[in-house]
Structures are given as C-alpha cells and as structure tokens.
C-alpha cells in the first residue's frame, strides 16, 4: 500500500526530495509518517503529518532542514530533506496509521503507532 521513492547519494549540504505513495483508501483519516535507521541503530521517527488537518512535526534532529508535505489528489506524501548532514545517511521509510491520538501527539513519533510501512530509500551523505 505504500512506496517510497527518491534516494540516493548527495554531497554535504546537498538536498534530495524523497516521495511516498499510498492508496486512497488509508489516507483520508490516517497520519503519515517518515522514519530513518543507520546501520546498527533502531529506527528513529523523522517528520509526520495528518490527512484531516495537515499537522506537521519534526524531530530536533531535523527541524529546520527537513520538511513534509503532501498532496490529497495524488495521496501522496513528500519529504524534502536540505542541508544535509552525513549523520542523516540511513534508510528512510514511510509509514501510515490511523489517527488514534489527537493530531500533533508524541505518539506519532513512535514505530508502535505506524501499521503500514513501505519499503525503504537509501540516502547516503557523504563528501
């Protein structure tokens, strides 16, 4: 139900737009989210937004450089990344889950609150 697109390798303070695709049938009332993992860490959320009322959050980590957004007639949802860092090298993926908490709670940034995942993009900063 959801695919993830646009990874690759970029130089130190490059950016990459990364884009995710979902079927219509999860999206009017789900939250979506993007997630990262390196190499021998856990999964880490990155950034969410709601269908119903567009709410965004961001980890502090990327806040600032990082930015979602999504588009209702392609039920689709973009992550644009800037500035980027070698620490952000990892695997992004996108995920979707229906809206059990209000829109702007810290549940979203767990895995645990995420039931569809897509399959992951490599991002690789590196000079």
């Known amino acids: 139900q959801l695919q993830a697109f646009g990874g690759g390798s970029v130089q130190p303070g490059g950016s990459l737009g990364l884009s995710c695709t979902a079927s219509?049938?999860?999206?009017?009332?789900?939250?979506t989210g993007w997630f990262r993992q390196a190499p021998g860490k856990e999964r880490e959320f990155v950034a969410s937004?709601?269908?119903?009322?567009?709410?965004?959050s961001y980890a502090d980590s990327v806040k600032g450089r990082f930015s979602i957004s999504r588009d209702n007639a392609k039920n689709a949802v973009y992550l644009h990344l800037n500035s980027l860092k070698p620490e952000d090298t990892a695997v992004y993926y996108c995920?979707?889950?229906?809206?059990?908490?209000?829109?702007?709670?810290?549940?979203?940034?767990?895995?645990?609150?995420?039931?569809?995942w897509g399959q992951g993009t490599l991002v690789t900063v590196s000079s």
């Open positions: 219509a049938c999860t999206v009017r009332t789900y939250v």
């Open positions: 937004v709601t269908w119903r009322d567009y709410t965004t």
């Open positions: 995920a979707s889950g229906p809206l059990r908490y209000t829109s702007g709670s810290s549940q979203y940034r767990l895995v645990s609150s995420y039931d569809y």
